[in-house]
């Protein structure tokens, strides 16, 4: 049975999915996640239109292919060869060319030119929307509906001891803190809250906040090693979950939703036979509850990524504590369960957020860091804004794929559910590249990869005796005296 969002979460949502974008973009501008790849200049909105004549000449056809719900999935025997053209700093004249021949256009003015993108993929969708038309600002292709088994009061197969599906219709926003800002500190609930902290005895490193701007605007922030400030350098801590433990294992995750063009992924995934991670913005599930259902009971592992999608650094203790609080909350009050882990947005975690996180009972997940200047990040979430081309993200995507076979562990790469552009290279692109990878990776969802039953992943299902909370390594004192050297993979 099928539960039909509510018209008045809908009627809503245009206006602040695009506030999300906009206050998110900026801080990712600012933050800047290192992704592979980011040293080329990145091109300006200008340049997108050469940018948009990126074409895949095909090598060969499908071998074979599986179709399931009107899609297929084609497994070809060759490899499929994308170029896109450099790029200027002016707008070139795009060559047209015809169909199999390489693109060669020049971009005009070209001091600042990005160079010619040109990867090699394993496999493709067929179906998929074609990369040329994988631009900033797209026309918009349809959404497939939820094929929903989310009904009120069933529980999921992945989790034995789960309680009861709520009913998402009774959800009510005005129940919960407006959406994209940061909830006020003094509501009854967020003063609850920071006295359920202050009662575990976890105790929050006394460091400022950050300032806005990111490492160049923190001098002193960044010199400060005890602060173990990830964003800047790529330091972590024993608790910070940062890759598979497995070589070849890759925990699958996407962040920012649930959004519009999330069923279209969960779609895909569920075609595939493959489950993910999800972190999701406590706003987005105010939005979508129903497709955080469906994520939910499909198997999928939910997790948090605060209320409004802050840099959680540069907030006070009591506003860290609101935007976490907030966001475990809604998720309780959709799934009937609450995660036990959380990812900062844009990975800004130090050891007060640390501290703070895992006295609320939610470890920390970041992604796969292998240089002080390379991350496992696609940088797929600045397609939709125009800071980066569909391009550059397959040639980030390959860049990862290269060094992740070569680890001795397995990874965590950084994707968006956010914005459609995204779902579309994912679900086109990047996965069936990676499905068509030899030998195999072992896709599955973070909790998984840490072989740990789908139950341990929220905090009332949560084996404690053999998965302990993450508020014990807090309250122990483990967290406080494994004073590592900066850890840097
Ligand atoms: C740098 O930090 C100061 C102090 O918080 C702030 O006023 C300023 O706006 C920041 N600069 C940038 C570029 O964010
Ligand atoms: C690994 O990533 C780096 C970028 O940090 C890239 O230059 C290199 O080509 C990648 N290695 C492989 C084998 O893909
Ligand atoms: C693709 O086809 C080859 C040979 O037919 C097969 O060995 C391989 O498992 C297939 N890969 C996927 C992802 O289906
Ligand atoms: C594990 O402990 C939490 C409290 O931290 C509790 O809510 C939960 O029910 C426990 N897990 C199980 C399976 O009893």
């Not at 050891?351 to 797929?380: K, N, Q, Y």
Request: hydrophobic share 40%; with cysteine; net charge negative.
């Amino acid at each position: 049975m099928k539960i039909p969002q509510s018209a008045a979460f809908l009627a809503v949502l245009p206006v602040l999915v695009v506030a999300h974008l906009e206050n998110v973009g900026a801080r990712h501008a600012r933050h800047n996640h290192n992704p592979i790849g980011a040293r080329q200049a990145a091109p300006s909105a200008l340049t997108l239109a050469a940018a948009g004549s990126t074409t895949v000449t095909g090598t060969s056809s499908p071998s074979s292919s599986i179709s399931v719900a009107g899609t297929a999935f084609a497994n070809s025997s060759g490899r499929t060869s994308v170029t896109t053209p450099p790029t200027g700093t002016s707008s070139g004249t795009p060559a047209t060319t015809a169909a199999g021949a390489a693109v060669t256009t020049t971009g005009t003015g070209t001091s600042a030119a990005t160079p010619t993108i040109s990867v090699s993929l394993r496999a493709t969708n067929p179906t998929a929307i074609p990369l040329a038309s994988i631009v900033s600002n797209q026309p918009s292709a349809a959404t497939i509906p939820l094929d929903s088994t989310a009904v009120v009061g069933a529980t999921p197969t992945a989790i034995a001891n789960a309680p009861a599906l709520p009913n998402a219709a009774l959800l009510s926003p005005t129940n919960y803190p407006h959406l994209d800002i940061p909830p006020p500190v003094d509501s009854p609930e967020v003063l609850q809250w920071i006295q359920d902290v202050a009662d575990t005895g976890v105790v929050i490193p006394d460091i400022s906040a950050t300032n806005p701007g990111g490492c160049p605007n923190n001098t002193d922030a960044v010199n400060d090693a005890s602060r173990c400030w990830w964003t800047c350098g790529g330091c972590t801590r024993p608790t910070d979950i940062t890759e598979c433990p497995t070589a070849m294992d890759w925990g699958l995750t996407y962040d920012d939703g649930p959004a519009f063009y999330t069923p279209n992924l969960l779609a895909y995934l569920d075609q595939q036979k493959l489950k993910s991670t999800f972190f999701v913005v406590g706003s987005r599930v105010i939005s979508f509850p129903n497709t955080l259902q469906e994520e939910y009971m499909s198997g999928h592992q939910i997790a948090v990524h605060t209320w409004s999608h802050p840099s959680l650094t540069e907030l006070s203790n009591e506003e860290i504590i609101a935007e976490l609080g907030w966001s475990k909350k809604v998720i309780k009050d959709v799934l009937g369960v609450t995660p036990n882990m959380m990812r900062p947005p844009f990975g800004d975690i130090d050891d007060r957020v640390r501290a703070i996180s895992l006295a609320m009972g939610l470890t920390p997940v970041i992604w796969t860091r292998i240089s002080p200047l390379a991350t496992f990040d696609t940088d797929d979430f600045n397609i939709a804004g125009g800071s980066t081309s569909v391009g550059q993200v397959l040639q980030n995507w390959e860049n990862i794929i290269g060094n992740a076979t070569t680890r001795d562990t397995g990874f965590i790469v950084l994707e968006h559910d956010l914005f459609e552009q995204s779902v579309e290279v994912a679900t086109g692109y990047i996965l069936p590249d990676a499905q068509a990878h030899n030998p195999p990776f072992t896709i599955q969802p973070v909790i998984s990869c840490l072989n740990q039953d789908m139950a341990n992943a929220y905090i009332e299902t949560n084996n404690n005796a053999t998965n302990p909370p993450a508020i014990s390594a807090a309250v122990s004192g483990k967290y406080r005296m494994v004073f590592t050297p900066l850890v840097v993979r």
